[in-house]
């Protein structure tokens, strides 16, 4: 337990607070230099083979390249990385934050370098950032295009969705490296979405079972069947002489015969 606080207080002397400000920040810049010489973001991409042959920086640099696209949804993009990135950091704290960007980040490399000629991006690992955003504010609703309003709920199913297609039609690179982006999501949440399924499985039950019991019948005939669900205008009467005393409908409460425990036999 002492090993593990030491390395917990370690971790948060090393974390990086405001992570995100510096993730958009070289994003955006590497956006216009993309725009001036957009050969430049080929040398930043992380493709394993080339860091065998000595190109380190890919390994660091690949987080750096921005959005694809029309520049200006890329800059919402990187708003949106921004607002969502600094949420998650003042909901779990610096240190927490960092952990879940550093797992994402370790895994998306390892999945890279099992198909060393592929090309890994980060646009797996934002992806994950906005899954974890989504879980935890779902409700909060994103202007799309600025003027439709849509909650992040919905978007984060349109990911998954669009996740397991891409798994569904997709070669083994890209599996892996949406398994290693999703990687860090399952760890934070996978428990309390576990717990969550198993709630709603005991809810269920607990539903069906008072449905069952509310639409059960009170009494019920002993000689014939009948209910007070199947014959509402039946008149039910319980025989005192009966042990224990039992129902009979109007029909057969004079014609029965009594019956007896083996006790009273």
Request: aromatic residues 16%.
């Amino acid at each position: 337990m002492k090993s593990r606080k030491s390395g917990q207080r370690v971790f948060e002397q090393f974390a990086i607070k405001n992570l995100t400000l510096y993730l958009v920040c070289a994003q955006g810049i590497f956006l216009f230099l993309g725009l001036a010489q957009p050969g430049v973001l080929q040398f930043m991409q992380l493709v394993p083979q080339a860091v065998s042959e000595g190109q380190y920086w890919r390994l660091l640099s690949f987080l750096f390249t921005p959005p694809a696209g029309n520049p200006i949804f890329a800059a919402f993009a990187l708003y949106l990385l921004y607002f969502m990135g600094t949420s998650l950091e003042a909901q779990w704290g610096t240190a927490r934050y960092n952990l879940y960007v550093l797992i994402g980040y370790l895994m998306t490399v390892a999945a890279a370098f099992v198909f060393p000629y592929s090309l890994a991006t980060n646009g797996f690992l934002t992806g994950s950032i906005f899954l974890a955003f989504a879980y935890l504010f779902p409700d909060y609703q994103i202007y799309l295009f600025f003027i439709l309003p849509v909650r992040v709920k919905w978007l984060a199913l349109l990911t998954w969705l669009f996740y397991g297609y891409e798994v569904f039609i997709g070669d083994w690179a890209s599996r892996l490296l949406i398994l290693a982006a999703v990687t860090n999501f399952l760890v934070f949440f996978g428990p309390s979405i576990v717990q969550q399924v198993r709630q709603g499985h005991r809810k269920t039950r607990l539903q069906t079972k008072s449905i069952v019991d509310r639409n059960a019948p009170i009494h019920v005939c002993t000689v014939c069947g009948v209910t007070d669900k199947s014959h509402p205008t039946m008149d039910f009467r319980y025989c005192r002489k009966c042990e224990p005393p039992v129902a009979y409908c109007s029909e057969h409460l004079a014609t029965h015969t009594h019956l007896d425990t083996p006790a009273a036999a």
